[in-house]
């Protein structure tokens, strides 16, 4: 960016410099020699406010005009260039946000990937437990069905409890059908 601005300057100077070797020329070509030659009763001062003064004034309006111009583009350009750096600070202040985002997201990730894996494995244990407790449910409903027949069995057919009335109790209380009794 510095280089952009001294080859700016060097231009601008050089254009400056060209004006003012030729403005001269330019001026002397139009000017009669007789206005360039002092008179002999004339003075310096005024010689040099008649022919020079006027000259002098050119230049230094061409040169101030340069140098304001000059001034104004290298202000432009710092103000630019101040800008250009604060956006590239920005970014970069952004883009390490969004680097330690993405590394809170990866980690994230990772954490509910392995929570997912405990769940399905706390999932799967569930469903086998689940599994066992309907297998048992099943085998013990298997075995109350025949303890009660064999109670059934036992206690309606024993010839002292049908006599004491007993065994109708027994078969009513095992929920014995009317016909089976």
Same mark, same amino acid.
């Given at each position: 960016?510095? +280089?952009?601005?001294?080859? =700016?300057?060097? =231009?601008?100077?050089?254009?400056?410099?060209?004006?003012?070797?030729?403005?001269? =020329?330019?001026?002397? &070509?139009?000017?009669?020699?007789?206005?360039?030659?002092?008179? %002999?009763?004339?003075? /310096?001062?005024?010689? /040099?406010?008649?022919?020079?003064?006027?000259?002098?004034?050119?230049?230094?309006?061409?040169?101030?005009?340069?140098?304001?111009?000059?001034?104004?583009?290298?202000?432009?350009? +710092?103000?630019?260039?101040?800008? !250009?750096?604060?956006?590239?600070? +920005? !970014?970069?202040?952004?883009? &390490?946000?969004?680097?330690?985002?993405?590394?809170?997201?990866?980690?994230?990730?990772? %954490?509910?990937?392995?929570?997912?894996?405990?769940?399905?494995?706390?999932?799967?244990?569930?469903?086998?437990?689940?599994?066992?407790?309907?297998?048992?449910?099943?085998?013990?409903?298997?075995?109350?069905?025949?303890?009660?027949?064999?109670?059934?069995?036992? /206690?309606?057919?024993?010839?002292?409890? =049908? &006599?004491?009335?007993?065994?109708?109790?027994?078969?009513?209380?095992? &929920?014995?059908?009317?016909?089976?009794?």
């Amino acid at each position: 960016m510095k +280089k952009w601005i001294i080859l =700016v300057v060097c =231009v601008l100077l050089t254009a400056l410099c060209c004006a003012m070797t030729c403005a001269p =020329v330019g001026l002397a &070509e139009s000017a009669s020699e007789a206005e360039l030659v002092p008179e %002999a009763a004339e003075s /310096f001062a005024d010689y /040099f406010e008649r022919v020079w003064l006027d000259k002098l004034l050119q230049y230094a309006s061409v040169l101030l005009g340069a140098i304001s111009a000059v001034a104004v583009c290298v202000a432009r350009v +710092k103000k630019a260039s101040a800008s !250009l750096d604060a956006s590239n600070a +920005k !970014l970069g202040k952004r883009q &390490e946000d969004l680097a330690a985002t993405q590394r809170a997201l990866c980690e994230a990730k990772d %954490a509910y990937l392995a929570s997912a894996a405990d769940m399905q494995r706390s999932l799967d244990e569930v469903c086998r437990r689940q599994q066992e407790i309907l297998a048992a449910y099943q085998d013990n409903a298997h075995q109350t069905e025949c303890l009660r027949q064999a109670v059934r069995i036992g /206690f309606c057919n024993d010839p002292g409890l =049908v &006599e004491n009335g007993y065994a109708k109790e027994i078969a009513r209380l095992l &929920e014995v059908p009317d016909d089976e009794r």
